[in-house]
């Protein structure tokens, strides 16, 4: 079984910047047979997506919130995907959690396998 554990998260003030990191072990497939996906869930709401980096396709995809400010990466050798978050608003405020999908391609991943506990983002000043 796959294991996910992100870290990273913590406070910080408007404007700064965090790079959360997943990382990947145990019995599975490497990273190059996965889709990785950074999710995040604010208090009180629903689930939102935000970024996603397959080898299946070997391209990133971005949500709208993301897009111009976050940038996801990967390590495959360390068994790594990285979430670096730029110009971080208090609106970021949330769980930020990792997820990987066999389907290997970002835009038909089900997220239905393997989820990390999340590493929490606070932005306040």
């Known amino acids: 079984q796959l294991q996910l554990v992100e870290s990273g998260g913590g406070l910080v003030q408007p404007g700064g910047s965090l790079r959360l990191s997943c990382v990947a072990s145990?019995?599975?497939?490497?990273?190059?047979?996965?889709?990785v996906g950074w999710f995040r869930q604010a208090a009180g709401q629903e689930r939102e997506s935000v970024a996603c980096?397959?080898?299946?396709?070997?391209?990133?995809y971005y949500t709208d919130l993301a897009k111009g400010r976050f940038t996801i990466s990967g390590d495959v050798a360390e068994n790594t995907v990285y979430l670096q978050m730029n110009s971080l608003k208090p609106e970021d405020t949330a769980i930020y959690y990792c997820?990987?999908?066999?389907?290997?391609?970002?835009?038909?991943?089900?997220?239905?396998?393997?989820w990390g506990q999340g590493t929490q983002v606070t932005v306040s000043s």
């Open positions: 997820a990987a999908d066999s389907q290997s391609v970002c835009p038909i991943a089900t997220w239905r396998e393997y």
């Open positions: 145990g019995s599975s497939p490497s990273l190059a047979k996965l889709a």
């Open positions: 980096i397959s080898w299946g396709d070997g391209a990133p």
